[in-house]
C-alpha cells in the first residue's frame, strides 16, 4: 500500500504560480507517480507524470510548457510546479502512484485532493 497526502493548493490570481507537494509513505516503490485533476462537472484527467526510476516526464497538452512535475527520491515526495496559471486550471488536484505501469489508467493509489481555483 502507498499512501499520499498532497498539499499547497489555494486560490490565486491567473497568471500565478503554486507548487502543489505530494508526500508518498508505506510502500514507495512505485513505478510511476502522477497527478490528476477534476474540475466540477467534469471527469478526472490525468496532468502529469513521472516515471519513478527514469525520471522522464510526460505532460497533459493542455498544462504543457507552464507545468513542471518533479520528485525527491529522498523525501518521496512528488512536486508539481504550476506556472502562467489559467482560470480553467481550477480544479481539485490528485497525486497517485502506480506499481506497474504509467499509462493514465494504471493508477491504483490516490490522495485525498488539495484544491486549486484559479481567479481571473
Known amino acids: 500500500q502507498v499512501q499520499l497526502v498532497e498539499s499547497g493548493g489555494d486560490s490565486v490570481q491567473a497568471g500565478g504560480s503554486l507548487r502543489l507537494s505530494c508526500a508518498a509513505s508505506?510502500?514507495?516503490?512505485?513505478?510511476?507517480m502522477g497527478w490528476f485533476r477534476q474540475a466540477p462537472g467534469k471527469e478526472r484527467e490525468g496532468v502529469a507524470r513521472?516515471?519513478?526510476?527514469?525520471?522522464?516526464?510526460n505532460y497533459a497538452d493542455s498544462v504543457k510548457g507552464r507545468f513542471t512535475i518533479s520528485q525527491d527520491n529522498a523525501k518521496n515526495t512528488v512536486y508539481l510546479q504550476m506556472n502562467t496559471l489559467k482560470p480553467e486550471d481550477t480544479a481539485m488536484y490528485y497525486c497517485?502512484?502506480?506499481?506497474?505501469?504509467?499509462?493514465?489508467?494504471?493508477?491504483?493509489?490516490w490522495g485525498q485532493g488539495t484544491q486549486v481555483t484559479v481567479s481571473s
Open positions: 513521472i516515471y519513478t526510476r527514469e525520471g522522464n516526464t
Open positions: 508505506g510502500s514507495t516503490d512505485t513505478y510511476c
Open positions: 497517485a502512484a502506480s506499481k506497474f505501469g504509467c499509462s493514465w489508467d494504471s493508477f491504483r493509489y
